[in-house]
T-cell receptor, first 114, second 112 residues
């Protein structure tokens, strides 16, 4: 079975600073990896996904993530935080197909200070 | 999400009652998923439909939970004899092969 650990339930950064949200996964087979964002009272929105192609994945809104097999990590980064980035982020893993049976982490709440 | 409408958006029910939660894909989608998100947690997989059939229901917590998708479009998640522990946001997602999954806004179920 696969699992996801998001290190840090709450991350706080200053506006304009680097955003780093950590995600480690466990999987017995090559995984698909995802980052989702969830704004209050809205559905989950896909930021980016890794599906065994390039290890550095670029997503929407300036976010990117790097798949590191040796570290079993898929950390999310953004060079410069914006106030609108403040919300909840979820890392997820799937081994059954591109969207099938996602296993999510517990989430990381990002706050951005002016 | 643009691809999915979930109703009701909020549902408060008494312990022991029966509830139905509806997921209505706005356009044709092959695959449909139900997830449950408890407070402070990430979503947890419940069931996956491919067309009309439940291809994987391994995430349903017990036999009080049941879901149908009779015509391969709208799906209904049914919970019998609700318990306070069933309180959560129930999310529906849909996709077609090789496209991203669209999540609905969810139904917030509160069992009192």
């Amino acid at each position: 079975a696969q699992s996801v650990t998001q290190l840090g339930s709450h991350v706080s950064v200053s506006e304009g600073a680097l955003v780093l949200l950590r995600c480690n996964y466990s999987s017995s087979v090559p995984p698909y990896l995802f980052w989702y964002v969830q704004y209050p009272n809205q559905g989950l929105q896909l930021l980016l996904k890794y599906t065994s192609a390039a290890t550095l994945v670029k997503g929407i809104n300036g976010f990117e993530a790097e798949f590191k097999k040796s570290e079993t990590s898929f950390h999310l980064t953004k060079p410069s935080a914006h106030m609108s980035d403040a919300t909840e982020y979820f890392c997820a893993v799937s081994v059954g197909g591109s969207n099938y049976k996602l296993t999510f982490g517990k989430g990381t709440l990002l706050t951005v200070n002016p | 999400g643009a691809g999915v409408s979930q109703t009701p958006s909020n549902k408060v029910t008494e312990k022991g009652k029966y509830v139905e939660l509806r997921c209505d894909p706005i356009s044709g989608h092959t695959a449909l998923y139900w997830y449950r998100q408890s407070l402070g947690q990430g979503p947890e997989f419940l069931i996956y439909f491919q067309g009309t059939g439940a291809a994987d229901d391994s995430g349903l917590p017990n036999d009080r939970f049941f879901a149908v998708r009779p015509e391969g479009s709208v799906s209904t998640l049914k919970i019998q004899r609700t318990e306070r522990g069933d309180s959560a946001v129930y999310l529906c997602a849909v996709d077609n092969p090789n496209t991203e999954a669209f999540f609905g806004q969810g139904t917030r179920l509160t069992v009192v």
